[in-house]
């Protein structure tokens, strides 16, 4: 008798289980924009870093090496001249769809956003001062 092995599914319901940690790191900022980046190819860490506006190299060396630990990217070090390369792995690219529907959602909710934040402020200063 043959047995097959099936994986073990996460609950993310459950405080305990570890996918909790892999939602933390899809839910990410900077890990959507990175996978986005690379879902183009194979990139260095100076083009990641010019790509990304706003990020420090810290926090891009943490995301990066968050995603290499996870299996989400490789990295190449090419010794002659020396440089390092990252690229999404297999499982990397399975991200890609969801991440860039995330991007894209955000750039075009962001005037909703926006007009919902500005009327929400409003009626928080409103209430604020009628109390006053």
């Known amino acids: 008798m043959e047995t097959t092995y099936e994986p073990h ?6 405080r305990t289980c570890p996918c909790r940690q892999v939602i933390h790191l899809i839910g990410d900022k900077w890990t959507v924009l990175v996978v986005d980046t690379l879902a ?3 990139k260095r860490f ?3 870093r ?9 926090v891009l060396t943490q995301t990066l090496r968050a995603l290499e630990r ?17 690229a999404l792995t297999p499982l990397g690219s399975t991200t890609v769809a969801l991440l860039e529907a995330v991007r894209d959602w955000a750039e075009t909710h962001l005037p909703d956003i926006e007009a919902a934040r500005s009327a929400y402020d ?5 209430n604020i001062a009628v109390a006053d």
Not at 9 to 14: M, P, Q, V, W
Not at 70 to 86: F, I
Not at 122 to 126: F, G, L, P, S
């Open 9 to 14: 599914r996460g609950d993310a319901y459950d």
């Open 40 to 42: 183009d190819g194979p």
């Open 46 to 48: 100076g083009e990641l």
């Open 50 to 58: 010019r790509r990304l506006d706003g990020i420090s190299q810290k």
């Open 70 to 86: 996870d299996g989400l990217v490789s990295r190449t070090v090419y010794p002659l001249p020396l440089a390092v390369e990252y």
């Open 122 to 126: 409003t009626r928080i200063t409103e």
